[in-house]
C-alpha cells in the first residue's frame, strides 16, 4: 500500500521499520527532534525513505495515499486530509478513549492514581480523539513506575498490534463508536499543575504526582522552588 506516516520520536521510528519490513511504500511527515528525542527524519535518511518537516496539508500531499497513519504527530490533521484519503486514517493515542483525550494523557492518568491506563487505536475525525475504536489495550500502572517508563512501556505494547491495525483499516473494519458524552476528561497542552506539588495534598497524591512529572531531560516537579524528584526529597524539602 502506499502510506503516509506522521510520526515522531521513537515510536514514530518503530512505526517507519513495521512499515518498510511489510513492503509499503511510505513517505513520511515529521518534525525536527532535539537531541534527547529518537531522530525520524535521520531514520529517513538511513533507510532512504523521502519525508517533510512542513506539516500535512493537501498542497504537501506526495500523492493519495491508500492510509494515512498518526503515531506521535504533533499537529491536527485537518478535514480536508481526512476526505483525500476517504477517512482511511487512524491515530494511535496513549489512554484508553474516551477518557483522557487530549494532551499528557499517561502523565494525568498517573497523577489521578489510575491503575490501569493503556492505548487506543482510533479513526480520525474533525473532532479531537473522538473517531471509532478500532484496537484498545489495558497496560497496568506499576507502583514504581515514572511517566518515562510507562510511556515507554504503553508505546512498545501498543506497537505490537500496528500490522493488525491496519490491516483491519484496510479491510474496511468501521470501528466502535465512542460515547464522548461519559468523557469529561479533556486536556489542553501544558505542564499539570505547572509542575507545582500542592501543600494541601497527602502522601499518595503527592508522591503520584511526583512520579508522573519525571520525564528527563524535561524538568521534574518542584515544591518551593526546589526540584523533588521523590516523596522523601519532598519531606525534606517541606522540612517534615
Known sequence: MR?????YNWAGCKALEILLREGHEVF??????????????????KRN?????????????????DIII????????????IQACNHRIFNLH?????????????????????????????????????????????VAV?????????????????????????????????????????AADYFKRGCPHNGIVNETWDDQTSDNFIRAMIYPPLPPATFNGKEVYSLKALREANGS
Not at 502510506?3 to 510520526?7: D, K, P, Q, V, Y
Open 49 to 65: 525513505v523521502p519525508y517533510s518537516l512542513k506539516k500535512l496539508t493537501l498542497k504537501e500531499l506526495p500523492f493519495t495515499p
Open 28 to 45: 513520511v511527515f515529521t518534525h525536527e527532534s532535539p537531541a534527547y528525542v529518537n531522530d525520524l527524519e535521520g531514520f529517513c535518511v
Open 142 to 182: 506499576e507502583d514504581f513506575d515514572i511517566q518515562v517508563t510507562l510511556y515507554h512501556r504503553v508505546m512498545f505494547e501498543a506497537l505490537k498490534d500496528l500490522k493488525d491495525v491496519l490491516n483491519l483499516v484496510d479491510s474496511g473494519f468501521a470501528g466502535i463508536p465512542q460515547d464522548i458524552t461519559a
Open 3 to 7: 502510506i503516509i506516516l506522521c510520526g
Open 94 to 138: 496513549p489512554s484508553l478513549l474516551p477518557r483522557y483525550r487530549g494532551c499528557s494523557s499517561l502523565t494525568w492518568g498517573m497523577i489521578n492514581g489510575e491503575k490501569n491506563v493503556g492505548f487506543t487505536y482510533h479513526y480520525i475525525t474533525d473532532k479531537v480523539d473522538a473517531g471509532n475504536i478500532l484496537l484498545q489495550k489495558e
Open 70 to 81: 498518526s503515531i506521535y504527530y504533533r499537529y491536527i490533521i485537518s478535514n480536508d486530509i
